[in-house]
T-cell receptor
Framework: DAGVTQSPTHLIKTRGQHVTLRCSPI?????VSWYQQVLGQGPQFIFQ???????GRGNFPDRFSARQFPNYSSELNVNALLLGDSALYLC??????????????FGNGTRLTVT | KNEVEQSPQNLTAQEGEFITINCSYS?????LHWLQQHPGGGIVSLFM???GKKKHGRLIATINIQEKHSSLHITASHPRDSAVYIC??????????FGKGTKLSVKP
C-alpha cells in the first residue's frame, strides 16, 4: 500500500506569490494534518481536517488555508508568501481524528523556499 | 517556557551504547508520540502511548503521566539509529505540540 504522498517535493517561489501543496493520505484514512517545520525547529501544527471539515487550526495567519476533498486528499494554500514561510511542510494522515489518539503516518514533506 | 521540552538537544554515542532521550511536557495530554526524522525530512512514528511502557525491537518508550515525563531508550545503539528524535503530545483540541527534537549521532 502507498504511504502518505506529498507533491511537489521541492518548490521555489518569490515573495508575494501563492503556493498550493498537495497531500494524499493512506487509503482508508479520513484525517489529514498539516505541519510547518522551519530549519532547526520542531514541526508546528497548522491545520487538521477530518471527514472534510476543519477540526483544528494552529496559530498561523489567514494567508494559510486548507481544504479536504471527498477522496480525503488535501491541499494547503499559502497566499502572499513571505521569506519566513520557507520551511518543510509536512502532511500526516490517520484513520481517525487526533482527538481519538489515532497513530500518525507522515509524508516526506514539501520543501518550500521563498526568495 | 516551551510546552514540550526535550533533552539533550544533541547526543553523540558510540555504537553499542544505551541511549536515553527525555521529554517533559506542561500541558494536559491525550497521548504522547515519539517520532524519528532522518535527513531529508521524512518522519516515522515510533510510538504512541498514553500510559506505561511500550517496546519495539531495540526501542523502549515509557511515560509517567503524574510527572508529565516520557523517555525513549535505545539499546545496543547502531549508526543507522542516527536521526533526530522528536517528542510530540496530543493536545485537547486534537492538535500535536512538538518538541524541538534531539539530534542523535551514533559513531561506529
Amino acid at each position: 500500500d502507498a504511504g502518505v504522498t506529498q507533491s511537489p517535493t521541492h518548490l521555489i517561489k518569490t515573495r508575494g506569490q501563492h503556493v498550493t501543496l498537495r497531500c494524499s493520505p493512506i487509503s482508508g484514512h479520513k484525517s489529514v494534518s498539516w505541519y510547518q517545520q522551519v530549519l532547526g525547529q520542531g514541526p508546528q501544527f497548522i491545520f487538521q481536517y477530518y471527514e472534510k471539515e476543519e477540526r483544528g487550526r494552529g496559530n498561523f495567519p489567514d494567508r494559510f488555508s486548507a481544504r479536504q476533498f471527498p477522496n480525503y486528499s488535501s491541499e494547503l494554500n499559502v497566499n502572499a508568501l513571505l521569506l519566513g514561510d520557507s520551511a518543510l511542510y509536512l502532511c500526516a494522515s490517520s484513520l481517525w481524528s487526533q482527538r481519538h489518539n489515532s497513530p500518525l503516518h507522515f509524508g516526506n514533506g514539501t520543501r518550500l523556499t521563498v526568495t | 517556557k516551551n510546552e514540550v521540552e526535550q533533552s539533550p538537544q544533541n547526543l553523540t554515542a558510540q555504537e553499542g551504547e544505551f541511549i536515553t532521550i527525555n521529554c517533559s511536557y506542561s500541558v494536559g495530554i491525550s497521548a504522547l508520540h515519539w517520532l524519528q526524522q532522518h535527513p531529508g525530512g521524512g518522519i516515522v512514528s515510533l510510538f504512541m502511548l498514553s500510559s506505561g511502557k511500550k517496546k519495539h525491537g531495540r526501542l523502549i518508550a515509557t511515560i509517567n503521566i503524574q510527572e508529565k515525563h516520557s523517555s525513549l531508550h535505545i539499546t545496543a545503539s547502531h549508526p543507522r539509529d542516527s536521526a533526530v528524535y522528536i517528542c510530540a503530545v496530543g493536545g485537547s483540541q486534537g492538535n500535536l505540540i512538538f518538541g524541538k527534537g534531539t539530534k542523535l549521532s551514533v559513531k561506529p
